[in-house]
């Protein structure tokens, strides 16, 4: 079991900036590739970038790609998110996961953690 607690979101003007950190205990973090997911409401959940096991490869949403960047600490067992340039369309519950696999279907993801509002004024 791994379990994943997410924490750093908020509401941000656009234009902004926000970090968020998902932290993991239980099985071995380094284990598993981590990816980060959103969801608005009325919406599907949507894949927003994932890091492999080592970080040493990452891969981005067109939609984020330029402004999001993924970053993981395994001596931490955490996994970050850093939010720059945010927009309103950002607006969303943003979920850190893990899985075997990196990958951009959010099937493949075992654990999950409860989510984190990220709220985008205009």
């Known amino acids: 079991q791994v379990q994943l607690v997410e924490s750093g979101g908020g509401l941000v003007q656009a234009g902004g900036s926000l970090r968020l950190s998902c932290a993991a205990s239980g099985r071995t973090f380094s284990s598993y590739a981590m990816g980060w997911f959103r969801q608005a409401p009325g919406k599907e959940r949507e894949f927003v970038a994932y890091?492999?096991?080592?970080?040493?490869?990452?891969y981005y949403a067109e939609s984020v790609k330029g402004r999001f960047t993924i970053s993981r600490d395994n001596a931490k067992n955490t996994v970050y998110l850093q939010m720059n340039s945010l927009k309103p369309e950002d607006t969303a519950v943003y979920y850190c996961a893990a899985s075997q696999v990196a990958t951009t279907r959010w099937t493949a993801y075992d654990y999950w953690g409860q989510g984190t509002q990220v709220t985008v004024s205009s």
């Open positions: 890091i492999t096991r080592s970080g040493g490869s990452t």
